[in-house]
């Protein structure tokens, strides 16, 4: 179970099944084969590799406009742009292979988060 406030990795059982609870999303994959996460305001019971093809790194630039975004949309061509904020769904590719290309663009980049959007 994926808890975001969880301080360390709990132990728990249930209905005489062991169950994982962690902040850690890559702690409890590298363990688990499905993980239990809140979508659309219901639990859901996700096997590990659908929920790492949510994976979606938000960028928030430095720039007020995005120039020459260009190479980043042929690498990434689901690339979503809102205002000063980049997200670039990576599936189970790299965040630092996206943070490279920003930076071979010579796009400023203020902030990075990994996000989940199923």
Same mark, same amino acid.
């Given at each position: 179970?994926?808890?975001?406030? =969880? !301080?360390?990795?709990?132990?728990? +059982?249930?209905?005489?099944? *062991? &169950?994982?609870?962690?902040?850690?999303?890559?702690? #409890? &994959? @590298?363990? =688990?084969?499905?993980? *239990?996460?809140? /979508?659309?305001? +219901?639990? *859901?019971?996700?096997?590990?590799?659908?929920?790492?093809?949510? +994976? !979606? &790194?938000?960028? $928030? !630039?430095?720039? %007020?406009? #995005? %120039?020459? #975004?260009?190479?980043?949309? #042929?690498?990434?061509?689901?690339?979503? $742009?809102?205002?000063?904020?980049?997200?670039? %769904?990576?599936?189970?590719?790299?965040?630092? /292979?996206?943070?490279?290309? =920003?930076?071979?663009? @010579? &796009?400023?980049?203020?902030? !990075?988060?990994?996000?989940?959007?199923?």
């Amino acid at each position: 179970m994926w808890l975001r406030s =969880c !301080t360390r990795p709990l132990r728990l +059982r249930a209905a005489r099944r *062991a &169950l994982l609870a962690s902040a850690d999303l890559g702690w #409890l &994959l @590298r363990r =688990c084969g499905r993980v *239990a996460v809140r /979508e659309s305001g +219901r639990i *859901a019971v996700l096997d590990g590799e659908r929920l790492i093809g949510w +994976r !979606t &790194l938000q960028i $928030v !630039t430095g720039a %007020p406009f #995005l %120039p020459r #975004l260009e190479q980043l949309r #042929l690498l990434f061509p689901d690339l979503r $742009v809102s205002g000063r904020r980049i997200a670039v %769904p990576l599936g189970s590719g790299s965040s630092e /292979e996206a943070l490279a290309l =920003c930076a071979l663009e @010579r &796009l400023s980049v203020l902030a !990075t988060w990994i996000d989940y959007r199923g």
